[in-house]
């Protein structure tokens, strides 16, 4: 085999990246033709390497043909400055040397680019596949099903230690540019060492460390993604994470799953009105019972005030600790469903909630109503669609019983107008976070009619 000389780049670049056992450097060689190949071998597919780029090189009838065939390839790209070009490298690229020229071929070993089903989101109705880890698969799905020229992808490498492609999307028809402008200055700004998921871009984009409403909003449906994009809305996927991030959003958007649109619409405002029933139940009805209980059963009907009175007969101590105890077991139960494996969790929260309030009341050390309360305000938890709302909620509930609990029914209704103060007051990226939803399909009529 004839020595050929080693581009300089290449002795630079192996420097850097040495010592590792799985970086390749090797040259090409046949009748006169010489290349060389640097690769990082865990993160490139090889038949494909194999394929692309050594079969052909064999094949070609001079060095000045294959430079245009690896010119020409579709996965072919510029060379970056040198930063760039190793965590290219250690992504999955292929650098090539032929005489002076030098070419970078997007080889990586894909392993994550399967797509789930929604686990998060559910429904009967609609799209029951959600979105992948791998971030060009994620596009691939937003593309297939939303085939506007308009729709805009413009893609971002994280400053931290993961370097991690984000990439923004929207409508160019449809965003509004103070908006979009907003967006992107907040992502130039990250500061972060490690950016492992949607959740973690969520908190920096939010910029509010200790907020519990959230501004933008997680989601794994490609469904509830093109929707919004045809809303004018902001859609940033960062590559490994099943999620991708809505903005700007508002209350609402929260509180709406995507059946409301795959049913009539008589189906659809009963479901909706069960979701705010329950909202309002899972937030006010421990807080009520503090209240009615301790400060003022006069608001209750003579007979209801009497039979919750001697539900607690022999309970020792007041309500709102009563209240706070189930709460607090309650809450232990939920994240003990999250934390075990699937096959005993269902069983292990069940069986443990009943021995739970059935030897609570049988000692005496709560009601039966309690245990009632406790069970709608469990369920009602649940019918929340969107997690990061329904987490929010369970915090706000012990707010307003600390309310009640110092200050009885006036304590409730001051705790409730400055949620709803808290709420009005509040923005994501200069849109109020109480609008009225109906607003938007409004402007987006008269858009269309345009």
Known sequence: MPETKVPPLFNELSTQLEPTEDLIQ???????????????????????????????FFEMASEESFASYIQSLPNQTKIPDKKELLINISSGFVLI??????????????????????????TVHGPQKGISEDIDTTLNLIRQRYRKPSLK?????????????????YDDERIDPD?????????????????????????????RKF??????????????????????????????????????????DFMSSMEDNYHVFSVTAFTIF?????????????????AMTSYNPDILRLELALTVAGGRIGVPYPSFIEVFGMLFFMELLTEASMRLPKAVSGTATTVGGLILGTAATEA?????????????????????????????????????????????????????????????????????????????????LRMDKR
């Open 26 to 56: 090797t040259p090409l060689h046949i009748k006169g033709q010489h290349a060389f190949l640097l690769y990082v071998k865990s993160v490139v597919e090889g038949d494909k390497l194999q394929q692309t780029v050594i079969r052909p």
């Open 97 to 122: 040397a032929i005489r002076e020229n030098h070419f970078l071929l997007d080889i990586s070993l894909v392993s994550n680019n399967e797509v789930q089903d929604t686990m998060v989101e559910p």
């Open 153 to 169: 992808i413009e893609t971002i490498m994280a400053d931290d230690n993961t370097n991690r492609t984000i990439a923004l999307l």
């Open 179 to 207: 908006m979009l402008k907003q967006v992107k200055d907040r992502l130039d700004e990250l500061d972060a060492p490690l950016i492992q998921a949607a959740g973690d871009l969520q908190h920096f984009i939010n910029k």
């Open 211 to 252: 907020t519990l409403f959230p501004s933008t909003l997680i989601t794994e449906r490609p469904d509830r993604i093109v929707y919004n994009l045809n809303n004018g809305k902001v859609v940033i996927a960062i590559d490994g994470s099943p999620d991708v991030i809505i903005a700007p959003v508002i209350f609402f």
């Open 274 to 290: 069960l979701r705010y029933t329950g909202l309002f139940i899972c937030l006010l009805l421990p807080s009520l019972y503090v």
């Open 364 to 444: 005496a050390l709560t009601s039966t109503i309690m245990v009632i309360i406790i069970s709608a305000v469990a369920i009602s938890t649940f019918v929340i669609p969107i997690n990061e709302m329904s987490f929010a909620i369970r915090v706000i509930r012990l707010f307003l019983i600390v309310y009640t609990a110092l200050f009885g029914m006036v304590g409730l209704l001051v705790g409730f107008i400055g949620l709803v103060m808290l709420l009005a007051n509040k923005e994501s990226l200069g849109v109020p976070y109480l609008r009225i939803p109906w607003v938007n399909k409004n402007e987006e």
